[in-house]
């Protein structure tokens, strides 16, 4: 007997292009704005020199304090410059960046960090897991802020540091997320069998338990990413953040401040960047959340 034609044929490009569009349609129109800032910002760091029209550091005392382009500035500086007669478009662009990568190391350090400790609480239960919730513990009780302040007033201030430093914000919130699930993934029938058939540790957490629970730990990335940001503009408000001649967005809003009544823009455009980034990521991860966690559907 032959088979029909139509169960052999492949699957045309018009049957994906409109799959992709129901799915797309699916996106609340908020969160397709969010996701298209986010790859703005993505853009604007992975290209910021040749997007810059200007160095950072390329001052012109003439020019200083020159408004933007809608408060009628010049075309040539649209987002006005700053005491200095810096471009201020072209720092802002650079500031993307550098928030944009201690942001990101920081919470790739933190998500890491936290999922081996949750990894080893489980795992040998015991003095080991009491030594990970007293850490945590003390993780949770202390304000982050000024665990930052003290390290950064002792140690000295520098790029490496800081970023390492940001990678210990909200470790303990992986450890307590991945030692829970662990554990109820060990009384699992799919992790006991893989027990059973001889695998070690290291392949039964990075290769079957760790692909269960990854969403929740994306989800969980979500809200650390603007938590660092905002820690970082922060500690860069206070002085304590990068330092020049490299430039953030916390930064470019500690030097504008002094400048508020006279030059706003100086201080309102990193700062909108900052609000409008943290809340893209926040509104991303609440919709990620929704639909990735099974019991929310």
């Not at 969160?31 to 290209?47: F, K, N």
């Not at 650079?94 to 201690?102: A, D, E, G, N, P």
């Not at 990335?221 to 990068?242: A, D, K, R």
Request: hydrophobic share 55%.
């Amino acid at each position: 007997m032959a088979l029909n034609d139509t169960t052999l044929s492949a699957p045309t490009p018009a049957l994906g292009l409109r799959k992709a569009w129901r799915r797309l349609r699916s996106v609340p129109p908020l969160v397709t704005l969010c996701i298209a800032w986010l790859v703005l910002m993505i853009v604007t760091a992975l290209a910021a020199n040749l997007l810059a029209p200007y160095s950072i550091t390329a001052f012109d005392l003439k020019a200083r304090l020159a408004p933007t382009l809608l408060l009628g500035g010049k075309l040539a500086h649209p987002l006005g410059t700053d005491e200095l007669g810096r471009d201020v478009l072209s720092r802002l662009i650079v500031s993307i960046r550098m928030s944009l990568l201690i942001a990101f190391f920081g919470t790739l350090i933190s998500t890491a960090l936290g999922t081996t400790l949750g990894f080893l609480a489980a795992h040998f239960r015991g003095k080991v897991e009491q030594l990970v919730l007293i850490a945590i513990d003390f993780q949770a009780s202390m304000p982050f802020m000024i665990i930052a302040l003290s390290v950064l007033a002792f140690f000295g201030n520098s790029l490496l540091l800081f970023v390492a430093l940001m990678g210990f914000n909200s470790w303990e919130r992986y450890a307590r997320i991945t030692r829970g699930l662990t554990l109820a993934a060990n009384e699992q029938g799919y992790a006991s069998a893989v027990r059973q058939l001889g695998a070690g540790p290291a392949r039964i957490y990075g290769l079957h338990i760790l692909p269960n629970i990854a969403s929740t730990l994306i989800v969980s990335m979500t809200l650390t990413f603007p938590e660092i940001i905002l820690l970082e503009s922060g500690l860069s408000f206070l002085g304590l953040g990068v330092q020049p001649p490299l430039t953030s967005l916390g930064n470019m809003v500690g030097y504008g401040r002094e400048y508020i009544t006279r030059a706003p823009w100086i201080m309102l455009a990193p700062a909108a960047v900052i609000v409008m980034t943290t809340f893209s990521i926040s509104l991303l991860g609440d919709w990620l959340r929704d639909r990735l966690d099974p019991t929310l559907r």
